[in-house]
Structure formats: C-alpha cells, structure tokens
C-alpha cells in the first residue's frame, strides 16, 4: 500500500495540470497579490502602475489651481476641452497599468484588448490634437479652432483604430499583449507606428532649424515638448526593435504612456 501511495504520488507530480498550478507556474489569480506578480512580474506591474498613480494624485492636487488660471487664459474653451481629454486618457492609462494582469488570463484577452485600443488611441489623439493646437499658437481660440482640430485628428485616429482593429480582432495578432512576443507581424506595425511618430517630431524639430521656423510657435516650452516627444517616441522605437530581435527587456521602453502624458500636461500649462 505505501508503494502505490508513492507510486500515485509521483505520477501527479510530473502531470501538466500539477506542474501548472505549483510554483512559478502559478494559475493567473492565484495569491493576494496575484494582479501585481502574475504575467510580468512585480517589479515590472510596479514600474508601470506607480507612475500613472502619482500623475493622477498630482493631476487631482492641482485641479483647483489649474482650473483657475484656466478662467483668465487665452483659448478657454479649447484649453478646457484637452483638460478633460488629459483627465480621461490619465484615467483609461491608470486602469490599463493596474490590470496588466489581464494580459495572461485567455478569459479576459477580449477586455483587455478593448481597454487596450481605447487607452492607445485616446493618447494617440492627444497627441496629434496638441500638436494641431500648439502648431496654431495664439491663433487657437474659440469652437471654429477647437473642431477643426479634433476633425483633424480624429481623421487620423480613427484610420490607426480602424488597422489595429482588423490586426486584433480580424486576424487575431496580439497587439496588445506583450507577454506574446513571438508575433513578428505585430512588432512590424508597433515599430511603423513608432517610426511614423518619430519622423512627424524629427520634421517639427528640423523645421525649427531651418528657414520655416517663422511658421512654428515662438515659445521655447512648444520646442522643448517637441525634443521631449522625439526622444520618448525614439527609446519606444528602439524598445520594439529590441522586442523584435527576442531582447525581453525592450518592454521596459515602450509602456512610457505616463511620460506621454505627463509631457502633454506641461504643454497645456506653458499655454495658458
């Protein structure tokens, strides 16, 4: 009888369905902190949730200031309307980064690529649109100026949805689940969507070298924010090349949405 106990014993041990829930391997939502340590690891969840948390609580401690100085800056309807853009893409990037987790549960693969493409492309039209508007400089006032540049860029938005929608959910690329790395497919569109950023920066920031530069805003804080963009649109860049070649780490590069964000609210503040 011992030996048959031992015998059963061993044979559980080596089974997949033992292996996967001991250890390591631990099934997605097993421990009290299973949403920070599963998928990526803590050390990465924390390196993408803290950040977004402490802009939020900055965002909601300078409400009342910002808010007010709003009430006797140039452009208050426009500036008012990418205040409430940058409060609901900080929001959508907040809970993006504390359910990463999602990313490894094959139940809530569908949610997370629809938090996914709403996060993405939120700030993606925060940042085409705030180029538009700080491109106009004083000239930005009023809802003639505020539609024509939402028109703007929800005409290009709306193209980069429209191809990352047929990616996900027509031909089942894993666009946004970076615990899949293998997909070559995805990697090339991240690393064109990052080049075509890069490159509209690097023009804005060639333009300010050059005989055109009477046609961009006088403000040194509109060239900085520039520079800052071009940079962060470089590392992610480079993020997705290391990604692509099977360097693990490039992942650390390419989730600065904070950073993105961060950035456009010191735009909005030089403005007002």
């Known amino acids: 009888m011992p030996r048959r106990l031992l015998e ?3 044979a559980l041990a080596v089974t997949p369905d033992a ?10 939502g097993s421990g009290p902190l299973w949403w920070v340590s599963d998928c990526h690891g803590a050390w990465y969840s924390l390196a993408v949730m803290l950040p977004s948390l402490a802009f939020v609580g900055f965002l909601a401690w300078q409400a009342r200031r910002s808010f007010r100085r709003l009430s006797y800056g140039r452009s208050h309807v426009v500036v008012v309307a990418y205040y409430a853009l940058l409060w609901a893409v900080a929001l959508l990037n907040l809970l993006w980064c504390f359910l990463q987790a999602w990313q490894c549960m094959p139940d809530r ?4 690529n629809v938090l996914s493409l709403f996060t993405k492309s939120g700030m993606l039209f ?5 180029i538009a508007f700080l491109l106009q400089g004083n000239e930005a006032s009023g809802y003639e100026s505020l539609g024509r540049t939402f028109v703007i860029s929800g005409a290009v938005v709306s193209a980069d949805v429209l191809l990352k929608t047929i990616y996900v959910f027509g031909f089942g690329v894993p666009l946004f689940i970076d615990a899949d ?7 090339g569109l991240w690393i064109i969507h990052k080049l075509v950023l890069t490159g509209v920066y690097g023009l804005i920031v ?4 050059s005989r055109w530069k009477d046609r961009l805003p006088a403000k040194p804080a509109y060239y900085q924010y520039v520079c800052a963009m071009l940079a962060l649109n470089g590392l992610s860049l480079f993020g997705c090349f290391l990604i692509a070649c099977g360097a693990g780490f490039g992942l650390w590069y390419i989730n600065n949405t904070a950073a993105h964000i961060v950035l456009a609210y010191s735009a909005l503040e030089s403005k007002i």
């Not at 996967?20 to 631990?26: F, I, L, Q, R, T």
């Open 109 to 112: 693969a569908f949610s997370w």
């Open 206 to 209: 060639f333009m300010h070298h």
């Open 181 to 187: 790395q293998g997909t070559g497919g995805k990697w």
């Open 126 to 130: 925060l940042e085409v649109s705030l």
């Open 19 to 28: 292996a996967n829930s001991s250890g390591s391997g631990a099934a997605p």
């Open 8 to 10: 059963g014993a061993m």
